[in-house]
Nanobody, 130 residues
Framework: QVQLVESGGGLAHPGGSLRLSCTGS????????IYWFRQVPGKEREGISC????????IYQDSVKGRFTISRNNAKNTVDLQMNSLQPEDTAVYYC???????????????????????WGEGTQVTVSS
């Protein structure tokens, strides 16, 4: 069964940190770029980061640039999202996903059109509150 599973969500205070993980199974992990999206109820799903299959390309949306860091371990089938300097506006359900491409060359396209991304995890809730 091909699936992605997110973990690591929870509650953080403003200025705090959380580390999310995405674990894949049933697919050749090292072949595919992995994206992180987030969604607030009532709003569109927002693409925030992409890492290419071999980590040569890292893409961040302006909203998280300088605060979030994406990384991957292909031996463990994981992609992590280290989130620092969290703010209340980072509160959302966070999803990992893959369009089954190697690179992040189409990240602008998929950030704007998440409905075209092929495989999604179930999501993990991140809440930033004092």
């Amino acid at each position: 069964q091909v699936q992605l599973v997110e973990s690591g969500g929870g509650l953080a205070h403003p200025g705090g940190s959380l580390r999310l993980s995405c674990t894949g199974s049933g697919l050749i992990w090292g072949d595919y770029s992995i994206y992180w999206f987030r969604q607030v109820p009532g709003k569109e799903r927002e693409g925030i980061s992409c890492i290419s299959n071999n980590s040569s390309s890292l893409i961040y949306q302006d909203s998280v640039k300088g605060r979030f860091t994406i990384s991957r371990n292909n031996a463990k089938n994981t992609v992590d999202l280290q989130m620092n300097s969290l703010q209340p506006e980072d509160t959302a359900v966070y999803y990992c996903a893959t369009p089954f491409h190697q690179t992040c060359a189409s990240s602008t396209y998929y950030f704007a059109r998440p409905q075209h991304v092929g495989l999604w995890g179930e999501g993990t809730q991140v809440t930033v509150s004092s």
